[in-house]
């Protein structure tokens, strides 16, 4: 969908310039610097559904319109993303050619940014042009698979955990044999996202995902998965599009991500549950990125920095309901929405962290091991 408007480097500091200064430097530094750099260039932004504030009356995007307001830049937006290796997939051929992929930003999760960063298929970001970026938490500016933020910065932090139909299951879904209960049998999907899928099912497995785990312990899970499948409890292994599924009650359990429940449920009145299982879920982060051969890397950066102002975050969040990794955010929510300045899906709380668990990074040759186990996997669902 584009905006006319419309609807989860970096690290190089400028010559000569302290950290004292560059600290002290304003917000609309990024932005003047897009204004003289290039005129009137839109920036085309692809990202997942549901995943920007949206006004349905205006059917435009508010703070992409503040943002056109205040700089004068258009932006094309594109909800286009439902699976990270179908859009990589979609435009790795452009990307091998040093072509324009059509997309001056990608959100993408954060180990899709590895392999990325490794391919040479983004551009590294300009501090001078991001200023904001000191406002990033810095659990997640520092993450294994981009340190310091030098090609991508968090949109959002994203869980994966059980969602669930309330009027199916009242009691709600805790733990992997609740989700999988005879009651759900041919009504359940998994996120396609493998290390969201096999993550979950090794947390309650008892493995440490976070650290170094041996193939063996993969393939048990893979095992589990696949028995479901055989066994007809999983209906389908789908990406965002497992949101359809709930609402017309083809599904009424899932593998699902916190932020799509919390939206489902302000659409649909509340008619659906979501929880981090007791054995722990899985967190990872959606990133913005520019790819290397995009021809307006500058009013792409003044994007990325303007989402990092907090009151903007706030704007965001109180309307995506992911994790908002901005710093001032919360303080920020107070004045958009107070009903929301404890919600821990978006301010997550000592005791949330510590159940939240992100996949450890995988070598190229597990990579393909794995990806293809899981695929085999998730075969001869409905629909596939």
Known sequence: ????????????????????????????????????????????????????????????????????????????????????????????????????????????SDWTVSRWINAKFLAKFDNAQVPNKKNVHPFLLNRPEDPGGNYSLPWAGVVAGFAWNTKHNSKGIHTMEQLFAPANKGKIEVLSDMRDTAGLIMLWQGVDITKPFSQDKFMNAIDYLQKMVHDGFVRQVKGQSYQADLVSGDAVAVMGWSGDINQLNAQNSNRFGFAIPDSGGTFSTDNMMIPAHSPNKVNAAAVINYYYDPVVAARLANYINYICPVMGAQQAMEKINPAQVKNKLIFPDAAMWKNMHVFRELSQAEQIVYSTAFDNASHKTIGS
């Open 1 to 108: 969908m584009a905006l006319e408007f419309s609807r989860r480097d970096l690290i190089k500091a400028a010559s000569g310039l302290s950290v004292a200064a560059f600290l002290g430097m304003s917000e609309t530094i990024g932005i003047d610097q897009a204004r003289a750099a290039s005129t009137q260039k839109a920036v085309r932004f692809a990202n997942w559904p549901l995943y920007l504030d949206y006004d349905k009356k205006t059917k435009s995007y508010p703070t992409l319109i503040d943002f056109t307001k205040k700089t004068h830049i258009p932006v094309n937006y594109f909800d286009v993303i439902d699976d990270n290796d179908t859009f990589t997939s979609k435009v790795t051929p452009q990307l091998r050619l040093m072509k324009d992929i059509g997309y001056d930003i990608v959100v993408l």
